[in-house]
């Protein structure tokens, strides 16, 4: 998404090439791909078949946040 149409892989999916360019450095960081184990990668498809829209977003929010606020306390305590 960071790159513009003229730029990007010709090989993609064509799902993928629908995405406009988004300019503006949201999408410029490289995250290395994650390590999974036969475990994590069987678990995160066992996730993907749920129903997650009988979950209310209320719950990831507050999750999120309580995530956040423990971040936000260490690097203050440094």
């Known amino acids: 998404m960071n790159k513009p149409f003229e730029n990007r892989q010709k090989n993609i999916n064509e ?3 629908k995405f406009p360019y988004v ?8 995250l290395s791909t994650a390590a999974f184990n036969s475990n994590m990668r069987t678990t995160l498809l066992k996730c993907c078949k749920l129903d997650w829209s009988k979950i209310k977003p ?3 929010g ?3 946040q309580s995530i956040k606020d423990k971040e936000s306390k260490k690097q203050k305590d440094y």
């Open 15 to 17: 799902i993928f090439k």
């Open 23 to 30: 300019n503006g450095s949201l999408f410029e960081e490289r």
């Open 58 to 60: 209320e719950i990831f």
């Open 62 to 64: 507050a999750m999120f």
